[in-house]
């Protein structure tokens, strides 16, 4: 399975970003609105700048409380990995485990075009599970007739 599906199966297609210059607190209410735990840094939302996650908040609130009144871009993660739509599932399965990283987004021809969350990887996951399970039960019920 590649990138692609997975992003044609989730229910919302928009990417949120928010700007560097935008306060941790700022940031807050966008994750919660939203009900997301990442993310993407963008400056036009297009361009991917770094990734902010609600652990990067929580490890540095940690550390210091007046962090929700800096900008986001003191928190950020500016190594991202990312993905294409074209990439294997399997393959951003192993960037995921092996980084510890729960979102990665979307990138084509430098462009932000969606991102996948750990979740998403779950969900086709059990997807491809039960398919295969139903598969293995249609198949013993139609030998034992």
Do not use: W
């Not at 919302?12 to 306060?23: C, E, F, K, Q, Y």
């Not at 939302?45 to 940690?62: K, N």
């Not at 599932?89 to 991102?115: A, K, N, S, Y």
């Amino acid at each position: 399975m590649r990138i692609n599906e997975l992003l044609s199966a989730k229910a919302s297609h928009d990417v949120l970003t928010v700007r560097p210059d935008a306060t941790v607190r700022e940031l807050l209410a966008q994750l919660a609105e939203h009900n997301v735990g990442a993310l993407i840094v963008s400056s036009d939302g297009a361009a991917v700048e770094g990734i902010v996650s609600e652990r990067d908040v929580v490890r540095r609130l940690h550390e210091d409380e007046a962090v929700l009144g800096s900008p986001v871009s003191a928190i950020m993660t500016t190594e991202v990995r990312s993905c294409s739509r074209t990439d294997l599932v399997d393959d951003l399965m192993q960037v995921m485990t092996e980084f510890r990283i729960r979102h990665v987004p979307v990138v084509e021809d430098g462009t932000l075009t969606g991102i996948i969350s750990i979740g998403d990887v779950v969900k086709s996951r059990m997807s491809e599970l039960e398919f295969e399970r139903d598969q293995m039960d249609s198949y013993i019920h139609s030998a034992q007739s």
